[in-house]
């Protein structure tokens, strides 16, 4: 299956056989894709292997991802960013490498493989937390191809183990908590690292 966004219609279909499961049903989701206008209100499906939101004014319209081309999650609260919190996702697209401005208008994005970003948003904000955890679980289950050797050249994830091996002393160093974090990249690990430290910069 390709990279990006696409339309799916009618209740999620689950891929049983192959070994997918839902993991949570969210009603009274409102979906933001780029910037197109906010559409609601929906049902979020999350299953292990894909983020599918179907509306609730018409059962035929709806999107799906799968969590590999979801390269970024993180809750946002900033009304700087947009207006109400939300989970922000990056998705990538088979149209990255054309230097695609998302920013472009409401026309050019209306094909879902240019579409580089969606926000989910809850009716119940304070369900963004356990979303953004199933999220984290869902993108574990579903590493890049070459994850585990970049994982290896990074070493930027410690278990306890290894922290009390490290230097406590060395001049700044920083405890990454994966459970502090502000956001979660499956296998992008230089993005994630960026939006840790912006979030310890603004402390």
């Given at each position: ?141 579903n590493p890049e191809p070459n994850d585990e050797v970049e994982e290896e050249e990074h070493d930027w994830v410690f278990n306890t183990d290894q922290m009390e091996d490290q230097d406590e002393d060395e001049e700044g ?31």
């Amino acid at each position: 299956m390709g990279l990006g966004l696409r339309e799916v219609s009618g209740e999620p279909v689950i891929d049983s056989e192959n070994g997918e499961e839902l993991m949570r049903v969210q009603p009274g989701v409102d979906i933001a894709l780029a910037n197109l206008p906010r559409q609601s209100p929906g049902t979020l499906y999350i299953t292990t292997k894909q983020v599918i939101w179907v509306s609730d004014v018409d059962k035929n319209k709806g999107y799906a991802v799968d969590f590999l081309s979801i390269s970024l999650h993180a809750v946002s609260r900033d009304p700087d960013a947009y207006p109400v919190p939300c989970l922000y996702t990056q998705i990538e697209t088979e149209a990255d490498e054309e230097d695609h401005d998302s920013d472009n208008s409401d026309s050019e994005c209306q094909d879902l493989s240019m579409i580089s970003e969606m926000r989910l948003i809850p009716s119940d904000p304070t369900q963004l937390d356990s979303l953004f955890q199933i999220f984290c679980q869902c993108a574990e289950l579903n590493p890049e191809p070459n994850d585990e050797v970049e994982e290896e050249e990074h070493d930027w994830v410690f278990n306890t183990d290894q922290m009390e091996d490290q230097d406590e002393d060395e001049e700044g160093y920083i405890s990454q908590n994966p459970a502090n974090s502000l956001g979660h990249s499956n296998g992008h690990h230089d993005l994630a690292r960026t939006v840790l430290e912006v979030g310890c910069s603004s402390n």
